[in-house]
């Protein structure tokens, strides 16, 4: 079977290496020419743990293709995959302009039946949008070839995203044609050997399930950020509080962490998109907006901290931030908190020097030399007031505290994960600062 991927970013790029995996013929596509000499030298472009390996040893067993023409990678593609972006519109809606653009293509070049599938997160109508601009093109070209468009929403979260593509917990696929729904049944077969669903529904319901995911988490995030703020009236203890209400099967352990509020390229654009659309079919979704309102305080807070902790005064105050990516295990910096709390403490006059073990270039090419790099996670403390975690990376798990003592100048730490023991550092001589902890 040949199939076609379209967009080499987190989600293409691991899609085409994981159908490869499974012995498919895959060709990726983009449009960034720069990008797709760097994959046909097998250099990955992003950092994806566990991508590298599997990319190139696909390529080497002639599996895995790269180029920039779309045409030339649909000969014989039965399936073409559309993995492109969908960032948000000055107003918040999905821009569609990728995803339209490469179906205005499709529908150009298309020379036998195919089965256009939708991966790229879509505002609910947009497999019909697509379906109608492939038609457009079609007749434009005076030919009458079938093809079907299917939703194919992706859940997979960067820094687990092979694991999670080859063992999906649910493959959700919005279809409506037998003979589409047979491809692509055919397709994931592989993947689900372990039992897990591949739920068949309409496309609209496919569409909203992804969007409808990513709501109900980020929910569940700015929910426990608001108990943990009240935590700190009432003198309580947010994870004691997450612990005892984790273990109630009907809410689940999982995803119940306060921090420094979510980012990345996903919850923000798409609880953006979903509050727009509700919007554009006239019903007002107050939880949503209450949940953005939320987290964009959320990822203030800490900052805030910092400033009420040093009376308001941060000139000549050196500030060492350890995590910059928006979560641990990816380079990825959209929407990430730490340039929120750069961006604050900067505002006042601190000094900030910055280390996280990949994301380093990522943020260099976001902000630039108004930071200090630096080589280590202990480097970034040397002659620091204070330390402000913001990504729980594992290395910053388990620092050596007297030598944090030793290099820093002052003795404060932020830790906007909760992932210290507050009495450990209590003992050494630090002040703690938590989300929610009984300090
Ligand atoms: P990305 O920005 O990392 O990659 C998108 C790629 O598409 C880029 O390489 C870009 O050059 C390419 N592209 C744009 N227009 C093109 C065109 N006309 N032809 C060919 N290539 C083109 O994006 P991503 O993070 O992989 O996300 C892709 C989609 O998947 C988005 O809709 C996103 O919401 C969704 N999604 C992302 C994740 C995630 O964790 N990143 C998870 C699930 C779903």
Same mark, same amino acid.
């Given at each position: 079977? *040949?199939? =076609?991927?379209?967009?080499?970013?987190?989600?293409?790029?691991?899609?085409?290496?994981? $159908?490869?995996?499974?012995?498919?013929?895959?060709?990726? +596509?983009?449009?960034?020419?720069?990008?797709?000499?760097?994959?046909?030298?097998?250099?990955?472009?992003?950092?994806?743990?566990?991508?590298?390996?599997?990319?190139?040893?696909?390529?080497? *067993?002639?599996? @895995? %293709?790269?180029?920039?023409? @779309?045409?030339?990678?649909?000969?014989?593609?039965?399936?073409?995959?559309?993995?492109?972006?969908?960032?948000?519109?000055?107003?918040? =809606?999905?821009?569609?302009?990728?995803?339209?653009?490469?179906?205005?293509?499709?529908?150009?070049?298309?020379?036998?039946?195919?089965? +256009?599938?939708?991966?790229?997160? #879509?505002?609910?109508?947009?497999?019909?949008? +697509?379906?109608?601009?492939?038609?457009?093109?079609?007749?434009?070209?005076?030919?009458?070839? /079938?093809?079907?468009?299917?939703?194919?929403?992706?859940?997979?979260?960067?820094?687990?995203?092979?694991?999670?593509?080859?063992?999906?917990?649910?493959?959700?696929?919005?279809?409506?044609? =037998?003979?589409?729904?047979?491809?692509?049944?055919?397709?994931?077969?592989?993947?689900?050997?372990?039992?897990?669903?591949?739920?068949?529904?309409?496309?609209?319901?496919?569409?909203?399930?992804?969007?409808?995911?990513?709501?109900?988490?980020?929910?569940?995030?700015?929910?426990?950020?608001?108990?943990?703020?009240?935590?700190?009236?009432?003198?309580?203890?947010?994870?004691?509080?997450?612990?005892?209400?984790?273990?109630?099967?009907?809410?689940?352990?999982?995803?119940?962490?306060?921090?420094?509020?979510?980012?990345?390229?996903?919850? /923000?654009?798409?609880?953006?998109?979903?509050?727009?659309?509700?919007?554009?079919?006239?019903?007002?979704?107050?939880?949503?907006?209450?949940?953005?309102? #939320?987290?964009?305080?959320?990822?203030?807070?800490?900052? %805030?901290?910092?400033?009420? %902790? $040093?009376?308001?005064? @941060?000139?000549?105050?050196?500030?060492?931030?350890?995590?910059?990516?928006?979560?641990?295990?990816?380079?990825?910096?959209?929407?990430?908190?730490?340039?929120?709390?750069?961006?604050? @403490?900067?505002?006042?006059?601190? %000094?900030?020097?910055?280390?996280? /073990?990949?994301?380093?270039?990522?943020?260099?090419?976001?902000?630039?030399?108004?930071?200090?790099?630096?080589?280590?996670?202990?480097?970034?403390?040397?002659?620091?007031?204070?330390?402000?975690?913001?990504?729980?990376?594992?290395? $910053?798990?388990?620092?050596?505290?007297?030598?944090?003592?030793?290099?820093?100048?002052?003795?404060?730490? $932020?830790?906007?994960?909760?992932?210290?023991? /507050?009495?450990?550092?209590?003992?050494?001589?630090?002040?703690?600062?938590?989300?929610?902890?009984? +300090?």
């Amino acid at each position: 079977m *040949k199939i =076609s991927v379209v967009g080499t970013g987190y989600v293409g790029l691991v899609t085409g290496a994981c $159908f490869a995996e499974t012995g498919i013929d895959v060709t990726c +596509v983009d449009i960034d020419s720069d990008k797709i000499e760097k994959l046909k030298n097998g250099i990955i472009p992003i950092y994806e743990p566990g991508l590298d390996g599997l990319v190139n040893k696909n390529i080497k *067993k002639g599996l @895995l %293709h790269f180029t920039t023409s @779309l045409s030339e990678s649909m000969e014989a593609a039965e399936v073409i995959f559309i993995a492109v972006g969908t960032p948000p519109d000055e107003d918040g =809606s999905a821009d569609l302009t990728h995803v339209l653009s490469v179906a205005r293509e499709i529908g150009q070049y298309m020379k036998q039946y195919v089965v +256009v599938v939708n991966k790229s997160t #879509v505002p609910v109508g947009t497999g019909y949008k +697509v379906r109608d601009v492939i038609k457009e093109e079609l007749n434009k070209r005076n030919v009458d070839i /079938p093809f079907d468009v299917v939703s194919n929403p992706e859940f997979l979260k960067e820094g687990n995203a092979i694991e999670d593509f080859l063992r999906p917990d649910r493959i959700v696929i919005g279809v409506e044609s =037998s003979q589409a729904e047979a491809i692509m049944r055919k397709l994931y077969k592989p993947f689900i050997l372990n039992n897990h669903p591949i739920i068949f529904m309409d496309i609209v319901s496919a569409e909203l399930t992804k969007y409808a995911a990513n709501a109900m988490l980020a929910t569940r995030i700015s929910f426990m950020n608001e108990i943990a703020n009240l935590c700190e009236f009432v003198g309580a203890d947010i994870n004691m509080i997450r612990k005892g209400i984790g273990s109630d099967p009907r809410i689940g352990n999982k995803f119940l962490y306060a921090g420094v509020g979510y980012g990345g390229s996903c919850f /923000p654009k798409d609880v953006k998109a979903l509050i727009k659309t509700s919007e554009e079919y006239g019903y007002d979704f107050k939880i949503l907006k209450s949940v953005e309102t #939320v987290n964009n305080l959320q990822k203030e807070y800490i900052a %805030h901290k910092v400033i009420k %902790h $040093f009376n308001n005064n @941060l000139e000549n105050k050196k500030i060492a931030i350890w995590g910059l990516s928006f979560k641990p295990n990816t380079d990825d910096m959209r929407e990430a908190p730490s340039i929120t709390i750069i961006n604050i @403490l900067k505002k006042k006059g601190a %000094h900030i020097s910055v280390y996280d /073990p990949v994301a380093m270039n990522e943020c260099r090419k976001r902000i630039g030399d108004s930071v200090e790099y630096s080589n280590t996670m202990y480097d970034a403390l040397k002659d620091a007031d204070a330390l402000v975690l913001v990504t729980e990376w594992n290395e $910053f798990r388990l620092p050596d505290i007297s030598k944090m003592k030793q290099l820093m100048r002052g003795n404060v730490i $932020f830790d906007g994960r909760n992932i210290y023991e /507050p009495a450990e550092f209590k003992e050494n001589g630090f002040i703690y600062y938590g989300i929610g902890r009984k +300090v």
